[in-house]
Structure formats: structure tokens, C-alpha cells
């Protein structure tokens, strides 16, 4: 079965500028997941989607950070405006089971903010 | 807060020597713990660990829960450069929002 698809690979950004990260989870996988990997760091759970609702959102910096997952399938997430401390890779999973080993991780996307 | 704390962050090895990885947790309302192992990016699953399934095994690679320890170990024995990677521990800490935290990782570099 095909994987975790995201977009772009890498982007390379200004301060102050935004950007969109795009995901497309595996085909019909209802659960969607945005982490935040920084460097030297584990990932850190910034929002959940279940089909089109989101389920979790409180790590989310909401001033700046805004994901949506239209008709419960892909999903984009954007930063605007972006900061130093948002250069990380961004990655996206999907899962179709109750437990974790179901979860799935795209190749994520690498963002740098000079 | 919930935390996972993994050691050591990083590990240098020659081919063919064993390693053991740990992960200690705090976390409200435990479910399962979880191994990745993060070549480039993409995390790639390895075990998960419940309450009901302490020990785990596939070819060079174990775990076993520690549920009275609140911690985990990872053994690799018999290591390849192909294992330089970073392991990553995560704990299921809320069944109900199914929310993964993660340790900062362990990262392997085995030389031949």
C-alpha cells in the first residue's frame, strides 16, 4: 500500500513569512496526526484529526499555527507568521486502528526560518 | 506533566557488539509503550509494549516492559551499520485521546 505522502521535502523561509505544508494520509486512514520535530528532540503532537474533526489541537500555537483536513482526507498545515524557533521537520502520520502500532509516518518536511 | 526520558542520547558501537537502550517514564493513565527506530525522517514502527504483552522479539531485536519500573528496555544484539539510527521511545499516555509522548531518542552510529 502506498505511504504517508508529503510535501515539499524541504523549504527554506524567512522570519515573518508563511509557509504550507501539505499531507495525504494513507487511503482510508481516519486519523491524521501534524508533529513538530526539532532538532535533538522527539515529536511533539501539534494537532489530531479524526476524519475531519480535530480531536486535539491544545499544543497547537494557535496565533500562528492553523491545520485543516477538508473532507477528512488531506491535510495542510500552515505557519504565518513564521518564527526562528519554527525551523524543525514537520511530519505527518495516519493511523486506522485504536492502538499505535497502526500509526504511520510520512517523510516529513523540513523547514528552515533564517 | 507527562515525560519520557531516554538514555544515553547517543551511543557509538562497533559492528557486532550488543547494546541496550533505555526509556523511563511518568505519565498519567499508561496504555502502551512504543519503539521507532528514525532513519532521515520518517519514523518506522519496531514494538509496542502493554500491559499484557511485556517482552517482544523480532531477529536481532527485544524489549522488554518494566511495569513496576516504569521503564523499558531496547537490545540490539549482533549490531550493523544498518542500525545507526535514532530510537525513539514513546508512551501512550492518555487512552482516551490517544496522545503519543515521546523521549528526546537514542542516537546509534555503529562502525565496521
Known amino acids: 500500500e502506498a505511504g504517508v505522502a508529503q510535501s515539499p521535502r524541504y523549504k527554506i523561509i524567512e522570519k515573518r513569512q508563511s509557509v504550507a505544508f501539505w499531507c495525504n494520509p494513507i487511503s482510508g486512514h481516519a486519523t491524521l496526526y501534524w508533529y513538530q520535530q526539532i532538532l535533538g528532540q522527539g515529536p511533539k503532537l501539534l494537532i489530531q484529526f479524526q476524519n475531519n474533526g480535530v480531536v486535539d489541537d491544545s499544543q497547537l500555537p494557535k496565533d500562528r499555527f492553523s491545520a485543516e483536513r477538508l473532507k477528512g482526507v488531506d491535510s495542510t498545515l500552515k505557519i504565518q507568521p513564521a518564527k526562528l524557533e519554527d525551523s524543525a521537520v514537520y511530519l505527518c502520520?495516519?493511523?486506522?486502528?485504536?492502538?499505535?502500532?497502526?500509526?504511520?509516518f510520512g517523510s516529513g518536511t523540513q523547514l528552515s526560518v533564517l | 506533566e507527562d515525560k519520557v526520558v531516554q538514555s544515553p542520547l547517543s551511543l557509538v558501537v562497533h559492528e557486532g557488539d550488543t547494546v541496550t537502550l533505555n526509556c523511563s517514564y511518568e505519565?498519567?493513565?499508561?496504555?502502551?509503550l512504543l519503539w521507532y527506530k528514525q532513519e532521515k525522517k520518517a519514523p518506522t514502527f519496531l514494538f509496542m509494549l502493554?500491559?499484557?504483552?511485556i517482552e517482544k522479539k523480532s531477529g536481532r531485536l527485544s524489549s522488554i516492559l518494566d511495569k513496576k519500573e516504569l521503564s523499558s528496555i531496547l537490545n540490539i544484539t549482533a549490531t550493523q551499520t544498518g542500525d545507526s539510527a535514532i530510537y525513539l521511545c514513546?508512551?501512550?499516555?492518555?487512552?482516551?485521546?490517544?496522545?503519543?509522548?515521546f523521549g528526546k531518542g537514542t542516537k546509534l552510529t555503529v562502525n565496521p
Open positions: 502493554t500491559s499484557s504483552g
Open positions: 514513546a508512551v501512550d499516555a492518555q487512552g482516551g485521546s490517544e496522545k503519543l509522548v
Open positions: 502520520a495516519s493511523s486506522s486502528g485504536v492502538w499505535y502500532e497502526k500509526l504511520f
Open positions: 505519565v498519567t493513565n499508561f496504555r502502551s
